[in-house]
Nanobody, 125 residues
């Protein structure tokens, strides 16, 4: 079992930065891949970033490439999402999710078994 808790969301002006944290409990986390997704009202859940258990990053979607960076600190059982040059269209609830599957699709939210409660990010213009 893995429990995930996100934090770091908030209100920021366009062009600003936020760093989201996803703190995990459970021994299985060390062997888990972690993804970040976001969802805004009326839209489907969207893949943002993912990192595997050895620290390899999956390709970012074009919407965030060059602006978002995912990283992890195994000693702290934490995965981070650094978000720079934020835009109003980045406004959403951001979720982290984990999976211990060896073969999975990082961009498919159904591949993940454990989810955090989400943290709201609001970018004002």
């Amino acid at each position: 079992q893995v429990q995930l808790v996100e934090s770091g969301g908030g209100l920021v002006q366009a062009g600003g930065s936020l760093r989201l944290s996803c703190v995990a409990s459970g021994r299985a986390f060390l062997r888990s891949s972690v993804g970040w997704f976001r969802q805004s009202p009326g839209k489907e859940r969207e893949f943002v970033a993912a990192i595997n258990w050895i620290g390899g990053r999956f390709d970012y979607p074009d919407a965030v490439k060059g602006r978002f960076t995912v990283s992890k600190d195994n000693a702290k059982n934490t995965v981070y999402l650094q978000m720079d040059s934020l835009k109003p269209e980045d406004t959403a609830i951001y979720y982290c999710a984990a999976t211990s599957r060896v073969v999975f699709s990082a961009t498919d939210y159904t591949s993940y078994d454990y989810w955090g409660q989400g943290t709201q990010v609001t970018v004002s213009s």
